[in-house]
Nanobody, 121 residues
Framework: QVQLVESGGGLVQPGGSLTLSCAAS????????MGWYRQPPGKQRELVAT???????MYADSVKGRFTISRDNVKNTVYLQMNSLKPEDTAVYYC???????????????WGQGTQVTVSS
């Protein structure tokens, strides 16, 4: 059984910063791409940022220059450093990991439970 557990959400004022963490645990052989997605109120889930196992990154245009994704492959953890936060960043943030259970297994996509980020004065 694999679990992804997020932490670090909360209420922050515009212009502030937060760091989200997502730790994967369980019978994991390897984790390929990891990523952060968000779902604003009343909207569809959208991509925020992704990072490969070799640390290549990709960002949504709306967060470029403000958010930084990183990972620790020993701890099976992905982070999202969010700076210069705006009210439009308010959303439930979800982490995702593409996980293999053995050298021969296919990838399986797992999601965390989500953590609320609210940007408001």
């Amino acid at each position: 059984q694999v679990q992804l557990v997020e932490s670090g959400g909360g209420l922050v004022q515009p212009g502030g910063s937060l760091t989200l963490s997502c730790a994967a645990s369980g019978s994991i052989f390897s984790i390929n791409d990891m990523g952060w997605y968000r779902q604003p109120p009343g909207k569809q889930r959208e991509l925020v940022a992704t990072i490969t196992s070799s640390f290549s990154t990709m960002y949504a245009d709306s967060v470029k220059g403000r958010f930084t994704i990183s990972r620790d492959n020993v701890k099976n953890t992905v982070y999202l450093q969010m700076n210069s936060l705006k009210p439009e960043d308010t959303a439930v943030y979800y982490c995702n990991g593409r996980i293999r259970f053995s050298i021969r297994s296919p990838e399986y996509s797992y999601w965390g439970q989500g953590t609320q980020v609210t940007v408001s004065s």
